[in-house]
Structure formats: structure tokens, C-alpha cells
């Protein structure tokens, strides 16, 4: 039985998983994939070795773009590194002590049982460090979701560490080297830990001020967005008196010749229109009552506005109570934008023209954001798409370009596009679990 333990190595096995958990909070789920991808651990650094070669063309070929995964491969891969050399460390440190206090070498299995008093240890003290940087890790953790690319960098590079490592590990296990050696070799691997935390942290880091740099020049597009609505809000009003003005003087023209009757039908069209536009705009915000997300809702107010102003028919639909989308609302903001000024531009030379908003909420964190309107010929889908592609005059065709851009760099975001002889809608779906 003793032979039999001592072959398989359970302690670096148990090591693993007890590092995994302190790194991370495992769910039924990783528990089982972990103590899987952990197997190849009880045998040799060099099969080791040959397992995350597989593994890593496997994941290449088949997931590369899913963000789960990606993660549960970072993790792997970070405690595949720190298990062996934390572990032959500690031996060493173990069977020097007991060089010097029993003047004999411990047997494996002894060793491996008394290497575990350390090993707990330090999966506790890591344990306690991720509760004490939790919401620095929940910031990291938010802001790698929105950057699939950087999150699959990192991966490659604790790979390529885990390849450099593992081989320094066979040339030890396969070789019979000096103790000296052995020493130096185990040295050069603990300096390749310390570069790739201190490289990856520097990553990160940089990866985080990237996103802030995104989000400030987001926060200032926002800034120019409302400075122009205020101006044209400010135009609109000047306007607006300038035909009070002219609606008083073409009123006065008719009572200074008496025309009573001619006085109460022009006095009646302008009550009918102004009517006509209170109820427009009465009716869009009880439309919007349902959508408490503030910019959304204001974006989409200005833009129907804008298309009412020009004598489009709009109409707005929202199913239930939303004031959140789990992913990022720039993103959205800049989708929705883009697909209703291309509507209101389609739409302001027809006779008719429609332009439907609907929002929808499903079970869960599902939503749909569809922008709908009406069209005189059948638009060549595939080529609006790409680049300085358009049928707008004077336009440089790059805004559904940026939309497909967006929804390719976020997990949760797909983008349905469909048409008939009528009508054009452009659906912007989330989708998150």
C-alpha cells in the first residue's frame, strides 16, 4: 500500500485542487473538470507537458472565443506552474531540516505527508489575500469579460511560461544531474514565476487603463451628445418663436380685414398641430415610462424627436420594467444610435414613413432591441455591412461597420438583421447565461 501511494504522487494532485480553490470559488462543475484536468499530474513532469499541448490545440480548434472557458484555462494553466515549483521547493526545504535534525533523508511518502502542513498553509494565506483584493479581482474580472482578445493573450502567455517550465521540470526528472544543478535549474523556474506574475500584472494593468481611456472618451462623446442636443434644443426654440411670431402676424392680417372666418380655421389648423405634437410627445414618454435606463432613454427620445420633427410616424414599444443590461451600455448606446439615425435618414424622403422601436425583456438576462422602418427598395444586406459601404448621399457607411465591430468583441451581444418588400429591422439581442 505504501509503494502503491508513494507511486501515484497524491500529494501534488491534492495540492492542485487545494490551489485551485484557494484562487477560486469552485461550483460543482469546476470541481469535477479540475480534479479531471489534474490526472495527468500523478505521473511524470513530461507527460504533464504533453497533456497542455493537447489541451491547448484542443481548446484552439474548438472553443477559442468563449470567455468560460477562457478563464478556467487561465486558472489551470497558473496552477499547473505554481504547484511544482512550490511543492520541490518545500521538499527541498523539508529534507534539509531533516538533514540536520535526523541526519537521514525522509522516504517519498513520508515527505509528501509532511509536505502538506505548508502546502495548506499557503493555499489558506492565498485564500485570504483574494478575499482581501476582492474587488480589485471583481474589477479585473469585469473588465477582462468585455476584452475576449486580451483574456486569450493571457492565456497564450501562462501557456508558453507552462511549456518553459514544464520542460526545465523533465530535463531534471529524466536526467541524473547534480544536486548542485538541480538547485540552479529549480532557481531558474522560480525566476520565470516571478517574471510572468510581474509581466501579467504590468498586462493588466495596462489592459485597465486602456478601458479607462475607452470609457473616458465614451464619457466625452456623451458630453458632445448632450452639448449638441442642447444647442439644437436651443435652435428648436428660437424657431419656435420665430413662428409664433409669423403665426401672430398671419392671424392679425386676417382680423385687420375682417375675415373672422378665415381667422377661425387658421386659428383652429394651429391648435389641431399643436396638438398633434403634444400627443406625439405625450404618447413616446408613457411609451418609455418602462425603460429607466437614463441615457438609453433620453437617446431614444431626441432621435424620435428628431424623426417626428421631420414628419415621420414613430411608435415605441417596451414590454416590461427595465433598468439594467447585463453588459456594457456604451456599447448598446452606440448600436441603438447608429441604427436610428439610419432609419430617420432612410425615412425622411418617403411618403408615410414609420419608424417602431421595441424593446423586449425575456426570462433571465435576455433582451431584444429592435429599430424598425420603412423602406422603398430592398437593401443589399451583406454589403452595408462592410466599410464605406452606403446608400445615403454624402455618408461614409462606417456606422454599421462599427455596430458589427462591437457585437464581435462582446460575448453577450448578437446582431439579427431581417427585411421585406416594406420594412428594414435591425436587432440588437442580449444575452447573458
Known sequence: MKDFLSHIAFNPYIFSLCLTFAIIRLNKLDFLLYSILFIPVLTNYQYVLVFILIVQFIFQVFTRNNIKILKRLFVYYLVLI??????????????????????KPLDYLILNLVCFIPEIIICIFLHHLKEQASFKLIKIDSDIEYNPHFLNLLVWIVWIFNIVTYAIWSIIELTNIKPIVELALMTIVLLIIVILFFNLYRTIQENQKIIATRIQNAEIEQIQEYSSRLENANITLRKARHDYKNNLLSLNGYLLTNDVVGAEKYLAELVNDNNRLQEATKSMTLELSNLRIKELKYLIIDKLQQAQDKGIHTKVEINKLIDAFPTNIVSIIRCI????????????????????VLITKYSGSNYSLIVQNTITNIVNISEILKPTITN???????????????????????????????????????QKG
Open 82 to 103: 505554481l504547484y511544482p515549483i512550490l511543492g520541490e521547493l518545500l521538499g527541498w526545504i523539508i529534507q534539509l531540516l531533516s538533514y540536520f535534525i535526523l541526519h
Open 337 to 356: 444610435g447608429i441604427f436610428l439615425d439610419n432609419a430617420i435618414e432612410a425615412c425622411q424622403y418617403q411618403k408615410d414613413a414609420e419608424i417602431h
Open 392 to 430: 445615403k448621399r454624402n455618408h461614409e457607411g462606417l456606422g454599421l461597420d462599427n455596430v458589427n465591430e462591437i457585437v464581435n468583441n462582446d460575448p453577450y451581444l448578437s446582431l439579427e438583421i431581417e427585411q421585406n418588400l416594406k420594412e428594414i429591422s435591425f436587432e440588437l439581442i442580449i
